[in-house]
C-alpha cells in the first residue's frame, strides 16, 4: 500500500484506522454477515472523564494517554478485527465472527487493561466504557444500526456510572 493511501485510512495519532475506513469495513462485514447468517459484534469505547487528564496535565498527556489506550484495545484484539479512532477519546471495534458472549469476553479484556494499565504521562489510573452490540438482530439491518446500537450502549454504561460494559437490547 502506498504512503498516502494508508495516510488516508489512518489515524495520525493513535495510527488506528480513522472512522471513514472504519464505516467502509464494517459496511462489507455487515453485507458478509448477513448474506452468510453469521455473528458480528461492535464495540464502541470511550475513555472515562477525558477532559479531565487534558485539564489537570495538558493536552500532551491526553494524546499520550489516547496513544497508550489505542495499543492497550489494539493488543486485546485480534489481526481480523477492525479497530479505529471514532473520534476525539472514543474508539470502536469491530468484531467478525463473535457473537455476544465472545464479544463480552473481548470487552472485559480491554476494561481491564485498561483500568490496570500505568499510564506514562500522568500518574493516576483511567478507566473505560464499553457498548456492544450484536448481530443478526432483526432490530439492527443495517451496519448503521449496528454502531447505533452500540453507541446506546456505551451511553447506558456511562449513565450507570462509567468503568463498566453495557450490551444493546
Not at 488516508?8 to 488506528?16: G, H, K, N
Not at 455487515?30 to 479531565?52: E, G, W
Not at 443495517?142 to 468503568?163: C, M
Amino acid at each position: 500500500m502506498l504512503k498516502l493511501e494508508v495516510q488516508a485510512i489512518t489515524d495520525p495519532l493513535t495510527e488506528l484506522f480513522n472512522r471513514r475506513y472504519f464505516l467502509s469495513a464494517i459496511e462489507k462485514e455487515f453485507n458478509r454477515t448477513v448474506r452468510y447468517k453469521s455473528p458480528t459484534s461492535c464495540l464502541m469505547i470511550d475513555i472515562d472523564h477525558f477532559k479531565k487528564i487534558n485539564d489537570a496535565y495538558g493536552h500532551r498527556a491526553g494524546d499520550i494517554s489516547l496513544k497508550e489506550t489505542a495499543a492497550i484495545i489494539k493488543n486485546c484484539t485480534r489481526d481480523v478485527d477492525t479497530v479505529a479512532r471514532w473520534g476525539g477519546e472514543e474508539f470502536i471495534v469491530l468484531l467478525p465472527e463473535t457473537g455476544g458472549e465472545d464479544a463480552l469476553l473481548v470487552a472485559a479484556k480491554i476494561l481491564s487493561a485498561v483500568s490496570h494499565h500505568a499510564f506514562t504521562a500522568f500518574p493516576e489510573r483511567i478507566t473505560v466504557s464499553i457498548g456492544l452490540a450484536t448481530v443478526p438482530e432483526p432490530h439492527i439491518d443495517t451496519a448503521e444500526k449496528l454502531i447505533h446500537e452500540a453507541d446506546l450502549a456505551l451511553y447506558e454504561a456511562k449513565t450507570k456510572g462509567r468503568n463498566r460494559i453495557a450490551v444493546s437490547d
